[in-house]
Every structure is written in C-alpha cells, then in structure tokens.
C-alpha cells in the first residue's frame, strides 16, 4: 500500500504546446485525495469532465497534491474537484491544467479552450455549496417531473430558486464560452446535481407564466436587483449566458454584439472580457492580430484595437455607442472618448445593440479613420443642432417616483418652449421618445400619445408626494384631460380610475406603460430638447450646449462636445435617440441635396 508523501514542493509544469491539454488523475493515499498530472492530445484524450466555475477569492484558497508538489487553488475550485471528483474520470480545470504564470501559454491555450470543452465528455458547472438554497434545490427535482409544477410554486421555493440564479458564477465571462460548447452540460451545487436543461427550463416557465407570477408574488422582490422575484426566475442563472447571435451576423458585428450583451459580467483580467468570448466566433478572430489573446499587450491598446477591427473589417461605427458608458473612476487610463472601456461592467446596452435604428446609413466612407497612434477617430457625418435644454437623467436602478419626476421635466420642458399648451405633434412625437419609438405592436395604429401620456397623468396623481402644476396639466391638450375621463367621483374624493383600452382583447395598464414601455427604456438616458424642437432622449453625460451629430455608418446619433484644449476636436459624451431621424431621414436628405453637405469631425 502506497504512503503518504511527505516532502511537497512547489509544482513545476511540464511544457504543453499545439493541440494538447493536461488532465488531473485522481488516486487515494491514505484515504487522501492526490492527483496525478498528464498531458494528452486532444484527439486521442481518454474520457474526461471539464469544470465551469467562478474562481472565487484569491485570498480563500486551499492546497491539493499534484505529483507530490503543493498546489494552491482558490477555495471554490477545491470545492468543486471534492464534489465532482467522486465520479472518477480525469478532470479539466483552467486554473490547474493551465500555468497561469506563463502569458505564451495562456495565450495558446484559450484558442484552444472551445476545443477543450467540446472534446469533454460532460461539463460540470459548479455553483458553490447548497447554502440556503434547499428548497430551490428541491423544487427542481419537482420540476423535472412536472412542469406545471410552475403554477404551484411556494414562496420559500421562489427565494430559494432566485438565490441560485444570483450565484457568482452566472457573472463570470469565461462561462459563457464553457457552456456554450459543452456537449453535455450538469450542474452540481452541494451535494445536489441537475441537468442545466431544468435550469433552463426555469428561465423559459417563468417568462411563459411571467403574468400568474407578478400576481401571486407580487411583493416578492430581490433586494440585489430591485427587481421581482419572477424576473430574477425569467432572467438571470442561465439566461444570462444565451447571448445567441443572428445567422446574419458575422466578424466583427457577431464580436460587437457578444461584447455588448456580456458588458455586465465578470473578469479578473479587463482583457478576458474579449479574449474570454473569441473562441466562440471562430478561428479567424482568434488568430486575428489585432484582437487575438496577447497578454503583453495593454487593455487600452485592445479595447482601441477592437475599434479599429470593427471600422476595418465592417465599415460601421456602431461599436463607439458602448463608450456612452463611461466609469467614474475609469481602470484604463488615457482611452479616447470614442473607445469603449470593456471593463467596466454594465447591464444597460447601447441603443446600436438593443434595437433595429439605421439613422446613420449602411456604411462609413473610406474617410472614416483612425490616426497611427490610436488616439484620433475622424469621420463624416451631419449636423443636427445644439442641445438647448435637458431634463432629469433617470438612474439604472431608479424608482418609480424617479421616471415620473424624469417625465414631468421633460414636458415642463415643451411647455417652456412652446409657452403654453404643447402642440399635439409635440406630445406624440415626446411620447414616442418615452419609450424609443418602441411602443407595444397591439398599440399600433392606436394613439399611443393618448395612452401613454394619461398613464403618466394618472400615476402622477397617484404618488402623494409629486406636485402636480397647472403647468403640467395645461400641457396636456382639452382632449386628453377632461377631468371625468381621469377620476370617478366617489364622494368628496376622487378615486383613480386606471383605464383599459379596447378591443377587450388587449389591455394594457398604466404600471406597464410607465415602468416597462417607457421606464425600462428610460434608465441611464436623459431627455432633451434639440435646435428645431427636435426631442431626443440619450446618454445622462449630456449638458446643455452639447452637439449632436448623425455620423455616416452609426445607427443612432452621437452627443459631442468641443475639446476644452483643442479646439478643432471634439469628446464624444455618448449615443442619443432623436425622434424623427431615426430611419436615415437625414442621410436621404443629404443626398437628394436638401441638406447641407456631411461636415468632417475628429474625436480624441
């Protein structure tokens, strides 16, 4: 019988190049786990389980043996090889198989990382231990006897459920990768394992039956999202990584758009939020020299480098929208203005990614480039006007009250200008900015000015302690504030009648129209006046005296302001939507010669 080793030493990689990859063997001493390091190529590697995980804290770490040398590893990784181990296959562990000291190798084995996890036999996913989670956990082994056990599900279930949709892991951005090429994907949480596909099945059950949930829970909200709980069950734990791409998109737009979803996920490295999703657009991108994984290379120079891959490769500029959002405590320093900071996580997306605008036309000219250091983008595009006016920017996590505060601005904004009631072009042409001209298909060919502004009007009265101004009502035409049309008499009190709208088929109530068609879309961007009385709603970094721009290639206009040095360039402030330009409007303009010609800007 063998003994346990006694003399440990710090563990020394043996050398792994082209298309191999080492496995951890497992072997009892003792009654003590310890591992045995091989390396095998990829085509002829025995069976073996690739984990997917989150690392965890670097300072929560552990020890294992691996060939009789000391290796530390977070603690979260030893928990998953104590959980998953007891299956007995090899496993494959990025933090081990790999030398993470050596940059050369890294590099060479993350174009290699798709590879690995589809040559797995299986992909176990490791959230951590079961943690509070034992009903949650229970409810799933219901769930995948019955579906419909949906309908019955109880409130600790819920909670429990929600939790694990919460886990770390779901944030992490080499995750989406792992799991998107697994052949067959388990995950393991404490003593408990479940096929993913139940998990998933709890994201598609929970938006079927979003409605039957928001009713019975309705109270029910996760304190870290501020969301409700039925959201949480709809839209995050797996959710959050099916960022499925359209067959139409391809190179740099298929890049752009991963890049957009994935901006609220984690990475303990800024550039593993591009290298960690290369392996799923193919070999090309990897081994493109301008994005390929180089560890050597800064995170600005990426994130710039990105920029430019997107303007060579597709001749648009939509990918500088993302730099609408700008950290206020910047990790990369001395990135331009129009290079977006991929680092910082966000969960709201660029307009460019979330709808189908195309105010910008299909391609930027030739003239559109980048200097040879990187620093200055230079492209043509249109003026449309000076801001003249802003409201009240509406926070990613803002309240109710907030939305209505931000929309009560923005029409005593239209009164200030128009001196009186606002006109009804006006009023539409706000109420569609409200929700990014968006508003719900079964509400097409309705007046949606109509629906939209009196749910505003109606949750404003409702909220005690919101003014209500003669401003604010004479903005609204005779039509639309007949007062029997607002309020029931009930006595000497007035009682709020919420209004349904015909045919009964459809309905659609004023909490909907205000937080979900237009707060939802609203979060992150402010509203605004423009020259001409063009109304637009757009980044929340916008000031009065800012220009904005339709610039040739980009699907939504740009905010900029004049460099306060020099003086023939400009910052780019972020993306705005601008009601009534949308559609290349103002490109078909200058090309029929009715608009004054594209003027050239440079941005630093």
């Known amino acids: ?41 990829l085509s002829r590697a025995p069976d073996y389980i690739a984990i997917s995980y989150a690392w965890g804290s670097i300072l929560d770490t552990a020890t294992i043996l691996v060939d009789e040398s000391n290796v530390t590893i977070t603690s979260s990784l030893f928990g998953a090889l104590k959980a998953i181990g007891r299956k007995g296959m090899p496993i494959w562990a990025d933090a081990v198989c790999i030398d993470q000291q050596n940059n050369e190798e890294k590099e060479e084995q993350i174009r290699l990382m798709q590879l690995i996890y589809k040559k797995a036999n299986s992909v176990a996913i490791w959230l951590g231990p079961e943690e509070g989670c034992g009903h949650g956990l229970d409810f799933l082994v219901k769930l995948s006897c019955d579906p419909l056990a949906i309908m019955q599900i109880s409130e600790l279930e819920m909670r429990d459920l929600a ?38 099945l709890v994201n598609s059950l929970a938006v079927e039956h979003e409605d039957f949930l928001n009713k019975r829970f309705q109270n029910l909200m996760d304190p870290s999202t501020q969301a409700r709980l039925s959201n949480t069950l709809a839209r995050f734990g797996p959710a959050r990584l099916d960022d499925a791409v359209e067959n139409s998109l391809h190179g740099s737009q298929a890049l752009l758009y991963k890049l957009s979803f994935h901006r609220d996920k984690n990475a303990s490295d800024p550039r593993d939020k591009v290298y960690g999703i290369l392996g799923l657009l193919g070999s090309t991108l990897l081994n493109d020299k301008r994005v390929r994984p180089d560890y050597c290379r800064p995170a600005g120079v990426l994130f710039i480098n990105v920029v430019k891959y ?65 620093l200055e983008l230079t492209f043509l595009a249109a003026r449309l006007g000076r801001i003249q006016d802003v409201g009240l920017p509406v926070a990613e996590r803002a309240s109710t009250r907030d939305i209505l505060q931000s929309f009560h601005r923005g029409l005593a904004m239209l009164v200030s200008r128009d001196r009186g009631p606002v006109p009804e072009l006006a009023l539409q042409s706000f109420c569609r900015t409200l ?81 979900e068609e237009c707060g939802e879309r609203m979060k992150g961007f402010n509203l605004c006046i423009i020259d001409f009385g063009l109304i637009g709603m757009g980044t ?27 003086q023939c360039h400009w910052q780019l402030i972020g993306e705005i939507y601008v009601d009534g330009v949308m559609r290349g409007e103002v490109m078909k303009e200058v090309k029929r010669g009715t608009r004054e010609p594209l003027s050239s800007y440079t941005l630093v």
């Not at 939790?163 to 003593?191: D, S």
């Not at 331009?336 to 036309?361: K, V």
């Not at 607002?486 to 088929?505: A, C, F, I, K, S």
């Open 163 to 200: 939790r694990l949709f919460l886990r770390a892991y779901w944030e992490r951005i080499w995750v989406v990768q792992e799991v998107q090429c697994a052949p067959l994907t388990f995950v393991h949480c404490g003593n408990s394992t479940h096929s993913l596909k139940i998990y998933k």
């Open 1 to 41: 019988m063998s003994s346990m080793p006694n003399n440990t030493y710090p563990y020394q990689f043996k050398p792994v190049h082209g298309k191999k990859l080492r496995l951890l063997h497992l072997y009892q001493v003792c009654g003590v786990t310890c591992y045995r390091m091989e390396v095998h190529r």
């Open 540 to 566: 929340a970094q916008m000031t009065q005296g800012d220009e904005v721009v339709i610039a040739e290639g980009c699907s939504v206009p740009l905010v900029i302001r004049r460099h306060a040095v020099k």
């Open 435 to 515: 929700c990014l001209d968006q508003a719900p298909m079964k509400s097409r060919g309705r007046d949606w000015a109509d629906i939209c502004a009196k749910a505003f009007l109606r949750m404003h009265i409702r909220d005690s302690q919101l003014s209500f101004t003669s401003d604010f009502v004479s903005s609204m035409t005779q039509r639309r504030m007949e007062e029997d049309e607002l309020m029931e008499e009930d006595g000497d009190e007035g009682e709020l009648m919420e209004e349904e709208y015909e045919p009964t088929t459809w309905r659609i109530s004023d909490t909907e129209v205000v937080k």
């Open 310 to 374: 997107s303007i060579e490769e597709a001749r648009r500029l939509d990918v500088i929208c993302e730099a609408s959002f700008k950290s206020p405590s910047p990790s990369i320093s001395n990135l331009p203005s129009w290079a977006p900071d991929w680092s910082w996580r966000r969960s709201t997306r660029s307009l460019a990614f979330s709808y189908n605008f195309d105010a910008g036309g299909e391609e930027a000219s030739e003239l559109t480039t980048i200097s040879q250091d990187g």
